[in-house]
Structure formats: structure tokens, C-alpha cells
């Protein structure tokens, strides 16, 4: 089969969206202006009518579908005669933008610099997001037929752990039915390769909080006598992981993790790794691995992370205290056949075993999916990813980090893919968040690709 698009419509692809250049900057400025914040429901309702509106424009049918949290905007266009379907996933809601000292410019006012776009949200996911929406635009002005019917889902609680998502999926299957869910979030690779995620990993987020005293007390006064709750949270730390990097010592943590097959070390190893660049782009020079290594421990490897530790006093200046509470926050992220559920049972009795005084909050959690490269729509989408770029992109088995792919998987039977379209730098969740203004474009340019080629 043939899975590529001639070099004539390539071209002309290329040149619609250079003609739509302005219009494309102006509906992702409008989008971009108006904040998404779901973990704290600010304009999210206001950002859902915005982007109904726009597909609306482009004769893409859409609706609102309120949920107990944030709105799912949804749009199709289905033609009976085609015989695929793709629904498209993204996320319209963002993160908070503080701290805002740190903008160079207001995060709610997109402004390009240096061949960047800088606003909240453009790389994580508006950017990519409307990619899709406007190459639908491009291939009808090129007057081409759609040959693959096209679903859109835009999320808007993707920052938030997506909690209506599963009810939503469970109640609208008819509609949601695909043969595959493609999802474009993240950052290319640091040398600027795409990339083309098979799966992504999964999530456990906990709090455990140990308490002291009721209050704080004099660290002269009361030493030896009031027992200090950081002290307990770090002996119950030390007890989970061997070391800093070391291995994860909660009793069969590790039981389910599918096993790295042979087949999957020698995909690793052809996949292309700059050291350098990859230190210089993360801020980490230190790094010293070969890329099979790498690829291998955020693909295929799951972890145990400390993303918050919070006690005392640690303010300017000196303070002699001994906390009433301690606080750590940990998010634990898991590889194909690992579950949430099973983790956080055996990371409880682990914590009982240790300290059975702790708090423990489960926090929120993900599945983590595995896509076979064998499919015929995920080789139609390494093919178009190559063909847009014209660089043969990195297949990697998982993304390191989570997205609701498991939830179509899980529910529907849908294979599903991610393919990032920002640059390595975007910075999404950090001030001055960027998406590179051809990038954007190219992501155009490659949603076009991936339509043409899976309706074939």
C-alpha cells in the first residue's frame, strides 16, 4: 500500500498554509487570550465557546456537552460513503500561569519573539490543538475530499486529571467509536527529530502527611521531647527507594511490569540520541548515558518521584522550630501492565508496615497503554509523520509522562497514539511557556498527512 501523499499535494499543502498564515495566528491568538485555568475553573466555560465557535466556522459541526467538571467540546464531520475513522484528541484547558514575575510578557497576551509564539497554554495544548482543526480548513480550501471521517474531542480537564472523562466516554461509545485516537502534546526530541509515542505511562499521585504536636514548638525548648514529623516522613522515604536513583523496595512493585523483550532493546538502539543536546535542552549536562539507556528508563522503566516536600520554616533568615506537620507529595509513574490500584495497595502496606501513623491520600492516577507498531493505522502515521518533517521520526514505546489514552483503550478498544508537534523548549507549565511559529505550522502540515493517509 501506498502511504504516501504525491509530491504535488505536499506542495500545495504547503502553500495553502502559507496563504492562511494570518488567519491561522489570529484564531490561536483569540484562543490563546482567553484564560482555561480548570484546577482553578477560571474561563474555562468561556474558552469552550470560543472554540465551539471556531469549528463551527469551518463547517465543522460541533456541541458543548457539560459534565460535572469542565465542557467537552465536540465536532465531526462524517461522510457515510468513508469507511475509517480518526477521532482526534486534545485539551483546550491549561495550567496556571504563576508565577507571573517570571513572564516576560503577560501569559494571557501572546506576543512573537524570536521566531516564538509566548502565551499560556500554546504548546500544552491550544497550538497543537488547533493544528488539526486548521488542516481540516487547508485540504477543504485545496478542494480535497476527506477520505477518513474525522471526530474531534477537546478536553477540558486535561490539567486536572480528566474526572469526567470516563463517564463521559462510557455514556457517548456510538459516538466516540474510532479506529484510531491520535493525540498531538508535547515536545519534539531535543535535536529537533519528531516523534511518534506508541503508548504513554501511567500515574499514581499520593500525599502522605505525619503530624507531631498540635502545634509547632521551640526547637531548644521542646528538643528531645516533641517529636519532629519531617524526621518520620524522611525515615518512611528512605524505606521505599535505595538510594537516589536505586531500585523501588515496596514489596512487588515491580511484579507486573511487562518485560523488555529483545526485540524492544534493538528498537531502542536504532533510534537516534544526542547526549549534548539533550543535557543542554533539560539543564542537566551532567547526564551520561547511551541513548538505549535512556529511551529504556522513560519509556519502559517506572519511577518513584518526590514532586513536593514541605515542613518548618524555610523563609529568609533563621527560625528554631519543630513542625507540627510534614508534607510529601509523590507521583509514581508506571509501565504497561502496571496498575494504579495495585500500587497504591502495595504502597500502603508498605507505609502501615513502616510508620502506620502517617496520613496517605491517593490524589488522583492514570493507566498507562501500549500500542502495537504492527497496526496498519500506526505504520499509516510513522509514514505521514516522516513525510511532513521529511526526517524519519524516533518510535518510542511510551511517552514518560500521562495522557487519557488508556480511557479509549480501556472503554473502547482504540488504539491510540501521540505525536508531539511543539518544540523541545516549549517550556509548557513553566513561565514563558513557547511554541515555535513553524512548528506550529508543520503540525498543520503533518495533521494533513495523517488525514490523507489513514483514509486510504
Known amino acids: 500500500m ?5 509530491a504535488t499535494l505536499k506542495k500545495q499543502i504547503k502553500e495553502q498554509i502559507a496563504l492562511n498564515e494570518e488567519e491561522y495566528l489570529n484564531l490561536l491568538f483569540e484562543l490563546l487570550r482567553q484564560p482555561s485555568i480548570s484546577a482553578q475553573q477560571i474561563g474555562v466555560d468561556e474558552c469552550a465557546q470560543i472554540l465551539k465557535r471556531q469549528l463551527l466556522d469551518y463547517d465543522i459541526e460541533a456541541t458543548i456537552y457539560e459534565t460535572k467538571g469542565s465542557p467537552i467540546v465536540y465536532g465531526e464531520i462524517i461522510n457515510p460513503k468513508n469507511t475509517k475513522t480518526i477521532l482526534i484528541y486534545g485539551h483546550y484547558d491549561v495550567q496556571p500561569p504563576e508565577p507571573i514575575e517570571a513572564w516576560e510578557t503577560p501569559p494571557f497576551e501572546p506576543s512573537i519573539r524570536n521566531g516564538k509564539i509566548y502565551a499560556r497554554g500554546v504548546g500544552d495544548n491550544k497550538g497543537q490543538m488547533l493544528a488539526h482543526v486548521f488542516a481540516i480548513k487547508t485540504l477543504r480550501d485545496l478542494q480535497v475530499d476527506l477520505p ?9 480537564e486535561e490539567e486536572s486529571s480528566s474526572h469526567s472523562l470516563p463517564a463521559f466516554i462510557k455514556e457517548h461509545q456510538e459516538l466516540l467509536a474510532a479506529d484510531v485516537l491520535y493525540n498531538a502534546d508535547g515536545p519534539l526530541d531535543s535535536t529537533g527529530r519528531p516523534i511518534v509515542y506508541l503508548g504513554n505511562r501511567g500515574m499514581l499521585y499520593v500525599e502522605l502527611t505525619a503530624i507531631g ?9 521542646k528538643g528531645n521531647i516533641v517529636p519532629n514529623p519531617a524526621w518520620k516522613l524522611i525515615n518512611v522515604l528512605q524505606s521505599m527507594r535505595e538510594g537516589t536513583d536505586g531500585e523501588v523496595l515496596i514489596e512487588g512493585f515491580y511484579d507486573d511490569v511487562r518485560p523488555v523483550t529483545i526485540k524492544d532493546i534493538r528498537h531502542l538502539q536504532e ?6 543536546e539533550t543535557g543542554r535542552v533539560i539543564g542537566y549536562e551532567a547526564l551520561d548515558m547511551s541513548g538505549e539507556e535512556y529511551y529504556e528508563k522513560l519509556t519502559l522503566t517506572p519511577t518513584f518521584n518526590i514532586s513536593g516536600l514541605s515542613s518548618g520554616y524555610s523563609g529568609t533568615g533563621k527560625k528554631t522550630v519543630i513542625p507540627s506537620e510534614a508534607k510529601v507529595k509523590i507521583d509514581i509513574r508506571l509501565v504497561a501492565d502496571q496498575d494504579p490500584d495495585d500500587i497504591y495497595r502495595k504502597l500502603v502496606a508498605h507505609i502501615q508496615q513502616v510508620d502506620p501513623s502517617l496520613d496517605i491520600e491517593w490524589v488522583g492516577a492514570s493507566k498507562p497503554t501500549r500500542t502495537s507498531m504492527e497496526l496498519e493505522s500506526v505504520r499509516q502515521i510513522i509514514s505521514s509523520v516522516h513525510d511532513a518533517h ?3 521520526p524516533i518510535v518510542l514505546p511510551a511517552i514518560g509522562a500521562t495522557f487519557p489514552g488508556y480511557l479509549f483503550q480501556e472503554l473502547l478498544k482504540t488504539p491510540s497514539l501521540l505525536i508531539p508537534y511543539a518544540n523541545a523548549d516549549e517550556d509548557n507549565h513553566a513561565p514563558n511557556e513557547n511554541m515555535d511559529v513553524e512548528l506550529f505550522f508543520k503540525g498543520i502540515e503533518t495533521t494533513c498527512h495523517v488525514i490523507l493517509n489513514i483514509g486510504k
Do not use: I, Y
Request: proline share 3%; charged share 20%.
Open 271 to 276: 533510534q537516534p540520541f544526542d547526549l549534548q
Open 390 to 392: 521529511e526526517l524519519k
Open 213 to 221: 504536636a498540635t502545634q509547632d514548638n521551640h526547637s531548644g525548648n
Open 148 to 156: 477518513v471521517n474525522v471526530k474531534f474531542l477537546f478536553d477540558g
Open 2 to 6: 501506498n502511504t504516501h501523499v504525491s
